[in-house]
C-alpha cells in the first residue's frame, strides 16, 4: 500500500553490491496476485503476491517489534499484510477486528489480526524464515530461524521481556519520540508511538510526542479522510461502523481514536518540523510545526511548564519500541 522504494533507498537498504547483483521488487498489493486455495481466518479468499507465489523456495527476513495491531511485527505478518493484496489486507485492517480489545500491542493469544496473519502465511508454503531483533542503534541483536511460527514466537518472548515494560502508575503526561527516520517519515507512522504510549498515561492526562514527518502526512487518501473528519473521531468511526466496504489506510484512524477516547485529541500535542501548520490543524492532535533545531527547547519548555503545576511523567525514549503494558 505504501509507496515503492527508490533505487537510492535499495541502494541504503541492501548496499551497492546486492543492487547491482539481484533483481529487487517492491510489493504492489495491487499488482499481480496470485489467488490461493482456501481462506483465512477470517473467511475471505488468499491473495499473495505472485512473483513470491511462483518461487521454488520461499525465505522471509522479519524485524521482529512491538506492534499496536498486531501483537508483534515479523514472521507471519511478512505475508499478511505484507505481501498480500489489498483485498486481502482490507479483511486484516476492517473495523470488526480493530474493535476487537486484543487488537493491541505485544498480545497474541486471541488477537484476530494475528490470527488472519497466520491462517494466511499458513497458505503461502514459507520454507524458512528469519526473525531478527534491533538494539536502539539498529543493530542486530538476536535471530530467531526456522519454520516461521515457531521462530516468530520464540522472538516475540524476547522481545516481550525486553521491550515491553509493565506500567507501575499512570502518569499525568507521557513524552515520547516517533521511532526516528525512517519510522516518523510521515505523521501515519507517528500515530503508532501515540498510541502505544496509552497505557501509562491517566485518562484525560497529557502526551508530548515528536516526529519528523519528513514525507508529510501520508497518503493522499489518508490525509483526505483526516481532512473530511477534521478531529471529529465519534462520526468517522460511526461513519465506517456503517459502510458496507473499507477506505485504504481508514484502519490508522480508527487506532488514533484509541488516544482521542482516553485523553482527548486537544491533549496530545505533536512537535514536527515535517508539516506546514495549515495541515496540521486536522490530524487529531495539537500540532506544533517548529524548526528541526527548535524541537528540543520547545518540548523543554513545555515540560517545564508541566512540572511547575506539580505533573507526573512518564518518559518513553525509545517511542514505539518500547511499549508499557497494563494487564488484560
Known amino acids: 500500500m505504501h509507496r515503492p522504494s527508490t533505487r537510492d533507498e535499495h541502494r541504503y537498504m541492501f548496499g ?21 486455495d482456501g481462506t483465512s481466518y477470517s473467511g475471505g479468499l488468499v491473495r499473495i503476491n505472485r ?8 525465505i522471509t527476513i522479519g524485524l521482529v517489534e512491538p506492534h499496536f495491531m498486531a501483537g508483534f ?4 505478518k511478512t505475508i499478511c499484510p505484507g505481501l498480500s493484496a489489498l483485498k486481502t489486507i482490507e479483511n486484516f485492517h476492517g473495523y470488526t477486528f480493530l474493535s476487537d480489545p486484543k487488537v493491541r500491542v505485544a498480545v ?10 497466520v491462517s ?14 534491533l538494539d536502539r542503534h539498529k543493530r542486530v541483536v538476536k535471530a530467531f530461524a526456522g519454520n516461521i511460527f515457531a521462530a516468530h514466537e520464540k522472538a516475540c518472548d524476547y522481545v516481550r521481556g525486553h521491550a515491553c515494560p509493565p506500567v507501575r502508575g499512570e502518569a499525568d503526561v507521557v513524552v515520547t519520540g516517533c ?9 501515519y507512522q507517528c500515530t503508532k508511538a501515540l498510541v502505544t504510549a496509552l497505557p501509562c498515561v491517566r485518562k484525560s492526562g497529557q502526551v508530548i510526542a515528536a516526529g519528523g ?19 471529529d473521531y465519534h462520526r468517522f468511526i460511526e461513519d465506517i461502523k456503517a459502510a458496507g466496504f473499507i477506505i485504504k489506510d481508514q484502519w490508522q484512524i480508527q487506532m488514533q481514536a484509541r488516544f ?10 505533536f512537535y514536527t518540523h515535517g508539516i506546514a501548520p495549515a495541515e496540521g490543524t486536522f490530524l487529531g492532535v495539537r500540532t506544533e510545526s517548529v524548526s528541526a533545531g527548535e524541537i528540543a527547547m520547545q518540548i523543554q519548555a513545555a515540560i517545564d511548564s508541566l512540572e511547575r503545576q506539580g505533573c507526573s511523567f512518564a518518559v518513553l525514549p525509545e517511542g514505539p519500541y518500547c511499549t508499557p503494558l497494563t494487564a488484560v
Request: aromatic share 10%; with cysteine.
Open 108 to 117: 497474541l493469544d486471541k488477537n484476530p489480526c494475528h490470527k488472519e496473519s
Open 73 to 76: 511485527s515479523g514472521g507471519p
Open 16 to 36: 551497492e553490491r546486492i543492487v547491482d547483483l539481484y533483481r529487487i521488487v517492491d510489493h504492489d498489493c495491487q499488482g499481480d496476485i496470485a489467488v490461493l
Open 51 to 58: 512473483l513470491f507465489m511462483e518461487a521454488d523456495y520461499k
Open 120 to 133: 494466511v502465511a499458513s497458505l503461502a508454503g514459507v520454507g524458512f524464515s528469519i526473525n531478527l531483533i
Open 179 to 187: 521511532g526516528g527516520y525512517p519510522l516518523d517519515a510521515t505523521f
Open 213 to 231: 514527518c519528513v514525507e508529510g502526512v501520508g497518503s493522499g487518501t489518508y490525509k483526505a479522510m483526516l481532512h473530511k473528519y477534521n478531529n
Open 260 to 269: 482521542d477516547a482516553w485523553v482527548g485529541w486537544e491533549n496530545v500535542h
